[in-house]
C-alpha cells in the first residue's frame, strides 16, 4: 500500500470513529432525556441520599477517619479503603476495604456537595 493510499486509509478510520461516536451520543442524550429514565434517576438519587442520611450516625468515624488520614498523608491507611466508586461521584466511598461482606453495609461517603450518600454496586473504571 502506497503512503497516499494509507492516509486516505487512516482518514476513511477516522471520519467512522468520529461518525460512530456522534451516533453514540445522540442515542445517550435520547435516553436520558426521556421522561421515565429521568424520574427513575430522580427515584435513585432520593434514594441513596436518604439511606446516607441513615447510616450518617454510624458510619460518620469512618469519614472523620478518612479526613484525617488525607490530611494527614497517611498512605497506608488510605490504601485500604475501598475502591468502591459511584457513577455520578466518583470515588467516594470511606469504608474499609471488603465491608459490603465484613460488614454487610452498602459504599458510603459524602458527596461533592457534603451530602451523605449511600449506593449498591461500583461504577466501572472508565465511567
Not at 427515584?43 to 478518612?66: I, K, M, N, S, W
Request: hydrophobic share 40%; with cysteine.
Amino acid at each position: 500500500m502506497t503512503a497516499p493510499e494509507r492516509r486516505v486509509q487512516d482518514a476513511v478510520r477516522r471520519h467512522a470513529r468520529t461518525r460512530a461516536f456522534a451516533e453514540a451520543e445522540d442515542v445517550i442524550s435520547a435516553v436520558l432525556s426521556d421522561l421515565g429514565v429521568q424520574a427513575a434517576r430522580a427515584r435513585v438519587e432520593a434514594a441513596e441520599t436518604e439511606l446516607g442520611l441513615e447510616l450518617c450516625v454510624r458510619l460518620q468515624p469512618f469519614q472523620d477517619r478518612y479526613d484525617q488520614a488525607v490530611a494527614g498523608g497517611d498512605a497506608a491507611w488510605l490504601t485500604e479503603v475501598c475502591a468502591g466508586k459511584h457513577g455520578r461521584w466518583g470515588r467516594i466511598c470511606v469504608l474499609p476495604d471488603g465491608h459490603e461482606t465484613s460488614m454487610e453495609e452498602p459504599h458510603w461517603g459524602h458527596n461533592s456537595e457534603g451530602q451523605p450518600i449511600a449506593w449498591v454496586g461500583s461504577a466501572p473504571d472508565g465511567w
